[in-house]
Each structure stands twice: as structure tokens, then as C-alpha cells.
Nanobody, 119 residues
């Protein structure tokens, strides 16, 4: 069974930087899109950034220019480099991995890592 292990969350001051990592392990035959979602208290979970197997990226408007998503296919790992962090970025960040083809694709979620941006 495929598992996702997230790391890098923590407390950071406004304007600071933080790097999240998510490594996939287990029975991996193929990985399509990998991405990061976040959920703040009282809000819906939203897409932060995603990256396809070909390297195409997509970002939420609120993080464009501040966050950078990347992946290392050899390590089955996706990263989220966050800079110029704001208090509004405070949320639980979840790693998501999509594996499979077309309608048979399956999504896998990490347990989440808390990012707190505060003075």
C-alpha cells in the first residue's frame, strides 16, 4: 500500500520561509500529479499547488510568486518551498498523490503537517 510521509511543518514568523517535503513509499507503479492542499480553521480545503509528471505546475492565486512546487521523481518526493509567508498561510498542509490512469486513478493523502505563521 502506498504511503505519504510529510515533513517540514512548524512555526515561522511572517515574511519567513519554510520548505515542506512529502515522500511516497510502498507499492508505486506510476505517479501522475502530486500536489499540496491546505485547510485553515473554518475553511474548506483548497489546492495550493500541483505538479504533473511532466513538470507542469499550477498555483493558487494567493500563493503565486511566493510558493514553488517541485518534484524529484527518482525519490518519489514532492516539495513546497514557501517564502514571504503570511499569517493567512496558517493551515494544515496536506500532500496528495494521484496514481493510475484516467478514471482508474486513485488519490492518496498524507496526514497533514501544520504550518503556523505568527509573530
Amino acid at each position: 500500500q502506498l504511503q505519504l510521509v510529510e515533513s517540514g511543518g512548524g512555526l515561522v514568523q511572517p515574511g519567513g520561509s519554510l520548505r515542506l517535503s512529502c515522500a511516497a513509499s510502498g507499492s508505486i507503479f506510476s505517479i501522475n500529479t502530486m500536489g499540496w492542499y491546505r485547510q485553515a480553521p473554518g475553511k474548506l480545503r483548497e489546492l495550493v499547488a500541483a505538479i504533473t509528471s511532466g513538470g507542469s505546475t499550477n498555483y493558487a492565486n494567493s500563493v503565486k510568486g511566493r510558493f514553488t512546487i517541485s518534484r524529484d521523481n527518482a525519490k518519489n518526493t514532492v516539495y513546497l518551498q514557501m517564502s514571504s509567508l503570511k499569517p493567512d498561510d496558517t493551515a494544515v498542509y496536506y500532500c496528495k498523490l494521484e496514481s493510475g490512469v484516467g478514471p482508474y486513478a486513485m488519490a492518496y493523502w498524507g496526514k497533514g503537517t501544520l504550518v503556523t505563521v505568527s509573530s
